[in-house]
T-cell receptor, first 114, second 112 residues
Framework: AQTVTQSQPEMSVQEAETVTLSCTYDTSESNYYLFWYKQPPSRQMILVIRQEAYKQQNATENRFSVNFQKAAKSFSLKISDSQLGDTAMYFCAYLSYNTDKLIFGTGTRLQVFP | DADVTQTPRNRITKTGKRIMLECSQTKGHDRMYWYRQDPGLGLRLIYYSFDVKDINKGEISDGYSVSRQAQAKFSLSLESAIPNQTALYFC???????????FGDGTRLSIL
């Protein structure tokens, strides 16, 4: 069975700085998707970025980018120029091609300070 | 209007009561999901449905049941609520296989 691990329960960063959130996963599958979701205090689940495992190029969405290391089964999220609105819980998630199940990590709570 | 609507948004009830959480979507997606979120545990899958006639158990289905009344509606029931079912519940939908899941705004359920 696949698992997703987020080893940083909490992180903090100063406004305008860069922060990296870690995620590792375990799978025997070769094709899958990886996602980062953001959950602000409003509790919505907002998709931040996605990565297809067959693509070597790291995904980028504005200030958000990932470092996808398939062999190491690592999928970290880098937030550049952090903003107060980035304060939220961030979840890493794995989607299996075979089972169509989305498996979440336990989350990292990010606090952005002025 | 939201694409995925969950009702109610918040609910407080007592042990032993039957509770139904409803989810409706306007995205036209075939796949629908129910998740439970507990502090420190992330989101865990309760049930999922690939179409009206295809319903499957997730990793934590005990104590829950679901009904897929139509493509657009997927309800989660707690037949006899217990306090450890207190949690934030999310409904999600997904269209094509390469698309991400879209989440509703969640139902916060408290069982006293």
């Amino acid at each position: 069975a696949q698992t997703v691990t987020q080893s940083q329960p909490e992180m903090s960063v100063q406004e305008a700085e860069t922060v990296t959130l870690s995620c590792t996963y375990d799978t025997s599958e070769s094709n899958y998707y990886l996602f980062w979701y953001k959950q602000p205090p409003s509790r919505q689940m907002i998709l931040v970025i996605r990565q297809e495992a067959y693509k070597q190029q790291n995904a980028t969405e504005n200030r958000f980018s990932v470092n996808f290391q398939k062999a190491a089964k690592s999928f970290s999220l880098k937030i550049s120029d952090s903003q107060l609105g980035d304060t939220a819980m961030y979840f890493c998630a794995y989607l299996s091609y075979n089972t169509d199940k989305l498996i979440f990590g336990t989350g990292t709570r990010l606090q952005v300070f002025p | 209007d939201a694409d995925v609507t969950q009702t109610p948004r918040n609910r407080i009830t007592k042990t032993g009561k039957r509770i139904m959480l409803e989810c409706s979507q306007t995205k036209g997606h075939d796949r629908m999901y129910w998740y439970r979120q507990d502090p420190g545990l992330g989101l865990r899958l309760i049930y999922y449905s690939f179409d009206v006639k295809d319903i499957n158990k997730g990793e934590i289905s005990d104590g829950y049941s679901v009904s897929r009344q139509a493509q657009a509606k997927f309800s989660l029931s707690l037949e006899s609520a217990i306090p450890n079912q207190t949690a934030l519940y999310f409904c999600a939908t997904r269209g094509l296989a390469d698309q991400p899941q879209h989440f509703g705004d969640g139902t916060r359920l408290s069982i006293l």
